[in-house]
């Protein structure tokens, strides 16, 4: 049996009762409102509901990766669907950002100050759109947790020298730090990299 609630969503008589009634349906209205199609609500209904049914009382404090892929996983270990844990990922962890909910995966990060450099660089001297900066911002944040990836000691240390010695060069006129570092890649330390572009 359906019913239009108040905000004027098509929803399920039952899953008013589930847990998080009022906070679904409050995201479900704000997807409405933004033009989510009927289809789409009913999906996302769907997984809200599923989500909701397993989060604990104290969602509120806060809930990650590690709490959804479980419900993920069960979602997808019920149902068969390959696409499933997807689905329940990226309709979860948008209601619960919207909520204030989702907590994001801290990584440390020792490199902001030359980060914020790079970004101010990109944004006032190369004069780089908003939305430029900001993705170019998240990639070079990627590679730098990246770089703490690699297991061999010199690879590691070549590879972290490297965009802090182009971030040098590129804010600091004159500065050979780009030229050294590629210089360094040749010869016997070839086998830790290579310059293809800059």
């Known amino acids: 049996m359906h019913h239009l609630c108040s905000s004027g969503i098509v929803s399920d008589c039952r899953s008013q009762d589930a847990p998080f009634a009022e906070e679904r349906n409050r995201y479900l209205s704000h997807c409405a409102t933004h033009g989510a199609s009927p289809a789409v609500l009913k999906v996302k209904r769907n997984e809200l509901l599923w989500i909701a049914g397993r989060l604990g009382p104290d969602a509120e404090r806060g809930i990650g990766m590690t709490e959804l892929l479980p419900i993920a996983q069960e979602r997808q270990s019920l149902h068969g ?22 907590r994001e995966p801290t990584f440390p990060f020792s490199h902001g100050d030359q980060l914020d450099r790079y970004v101010a660089w990109m944004r006032e001297e190369r004069g780089l759109t908003l939305s430029t900066v900001e993705q170019w911002s998240r990639t070079t944040r990627r590679f730098l947790w990246w770089c703490g990836d690699d297991e061999e000691p010199d690879r590691l240390e070549a590879t972290r020298r490297m965009p802090w010695a182009y971030l040098r060069s590129a804010l600091n006129k004159g500065d050979t730090a780009w030229r050294d570092a590629c210089k360094a890649l040749e010869g016997p330390a070839s086998s830790l990299g290579r310059v293809d572009c800059k």
Not at 81 to 102: T, Y
């Open 81 to 102: 669907a390959a696409s499933a844990v997807r689905r329940v990922v990226d309709i979860g962890r948008p209601w619960l950002r919207f909520l204030g909910w989702w």
